[in-house]
């Protein structure tokens, strides 16, 4: 062992290390639906026993994830919320907290499937129906696009007119059967059940009534705009609503 | 009768790793360190909400991973470095010894016979070039979504969240082993380790 230059020589397992770790790496891309699909029910499970919530760090963990494009949002409570309805409407609004939580309310279970791949299964949200509040607006016969901006000074969305009129597009004043926090978007944001959850828009603060969609955040940066879930983005999801 | 006894062996030093090779340390850390922190602030509910910024920090997040294997690229221009990477490759006898007794957590040093890199250092660094690798591969394509099946997104992305986790732990590991040996740590920022503790942790280099 001490004889010549013992480093020199000797087996390349550095390079068989290397190409070994890239050859798992490949086969983790194949199999990973399987994979994924395991380890979901498996960390599904897990996460309920879980007094830690560790689980929810971990991938596939279970649970929402916290997305926010702006550096900072305000917090807002029902002293100073505001929603504006305005655009091609005969009357715009105004409605503050308490008038929203004085319309009727419907409330609804769904999955929640976001694009980049997490779903929450079976998650209550409720609020009032967007369609009551264009039909409280007076849509005008020219309008075909609904387009929402949030309180965060940055995020937008858009809906045609059908689409926003459908009866599983609330804003929502509620989630998991509590008042909407802040990290979830509160004190209201929208929810589009049949869709990718970039189109419920959270913090939100003007829907706006316009004759065309106009893309939101997300969709000047590549996602689709007709975000139907298991029909767009390029995914196979299982529809949510 | 003992040259080393009276050779003070700890006043001397010892020529580790050129200014070649720290820089390429230097930068792939920083590098990586820009990769895991921007991760953790896309990938941590408290620290996204505290920085929010998503489109931002997804850039700055894509460009330092692409940027990762540059600076080992371009340390291939270096004659010292190239012989660093050809002395990871290779494993003797010697490396055996050293594995099997990491396994049994055998620390006495005649358990551990080591070159200029030891067994774990050597796996270390093919392991983490590996992976760097890999992360890159699934990172770019979730990144150009559109050059590949669209299946193959979701499967990326769950290749690139695991392993992200895996790498977090490990480079805890290299940076915490780091913090535990000066001495080391030493070599890697001014290039010299004293002969004392060549001699005591890597007693076949220099043979």
Not at chain 1, 27 to 49: H, I, Y
Not at chain 2, 40 to 65: D, K
């Amino acid at each position: 062992m001490n004889t010549g230059q013992p480093e020199q020589e000797g087996r390349p397992i550095g390079r068989r290390v290397l190409l070994g770790t890239l050859g798992l790496g490949a086969l983790g891309v194949v199999a990973a639906p399987t994979l994924q699909r395991g380890l979901e029910s498996f960390l599904g499970s897990a996460a309920d026993k879980d007094p830690t919530g560790l689980t929810g760090l971990l991938p596939n963990g279970g649970g929402f994830r916290y997305y926010s494009v702006a550096s900072s949002v305000p917090h807002k409570n029902a002293t100073t919320y505001r929603l504006t309805v305005d655009g091609l409407v005969d009357r715009p609004r105004t409605y503050m907290l308490a008038d929203l939580r004085a319309l009727p309310q419907t409330r609804m279970v769904r999955d929640v499937q976001c694009v980049t791949g997490w779903r929450v299964p079976d998650t209550p949200f409720e609020g009032v129906r967007l369609s009551r509040l264009l039909d409280a607006a007076g849509v005008r016969p020219s309008a075909g696009a609904v387009r929402f901006t949030c309180f965060d000074g940055t995020y937008s969305e858009s809906l045609t007119l059908d689409q926003a009129r459908r009866a599983d597009v609330l804003v929502a004043l509620r989630m998991q059967d509590e008042d909407l926090s802040h990290a979830h978007g509160g004190p209201v944001r929208l929810y589009v059940a049949p869709m990718y959850f970039y189109k419920s828009a959270k913090w939100l603060s003007g829907i706006t009534v316009t004759e065309d969609v106009r893309p939101g955040y997300w969709e000047e940066r590549g996602y689709d705009i007709d975000a139907w879930v298991g029909r767009s983005n390029g995914r196979d999801d299982e529809p949510t609503s | 009768m003992s040259l080393r006894a009276d050779a003070p062996a700890a006043a001397t030093t010892v020529r580790r790793f050129s200014r070649a090779e720290r820089w390429v340390h230097r930068t792939t850390a920083a590098l990586m360190g820009v990769c895991v922190l921007t991760a953790a602030c896309l990938y941590i509910p408290e620290l996204a909400e505290l920085v929010g910024r998503r489109a931002l920090v997804v850039t700055v997040h894509e460009w330092a991973g692409l940027a990762l294997p540059v600076p080992v690229l371009a340390g291939l221009a270096s004659r010292a470095f190239r012989g660093d990477l050809r002395l990871l490759n290779r494993f003797g006898p010697h490396d055996r010894v050293w594995l099997r007794a990491a396994l049994r957590r055998d620390k006495r040093r005649a358990a551990r016979p080591a070159g200029k890199f030891n067994a774990g250092q050597k796996i270390y660094a093919a392991w983490i070039a590996g992976a760097t690798l890999v992360m890159l591969g699934t990172g770019l394509i979730m990144w150009f979504t559109h050059l590949t099946p669209l299946v193959w997104r979701t499967s990326a992305t769950f290749v690139h969240d695991w392993l992200a986790l895996t790498i977090g732990i490990v480079l805890a590991g290299h940076i915490g082993m780091a913090l535990a040996d000066p001495e080391a740590r030493r070599g890697m920022r001014t290039g010299s380790v004293s002969g004392e503790w060549a001699e005591r942790e890597h007693p076949l280099w220099r043979r």
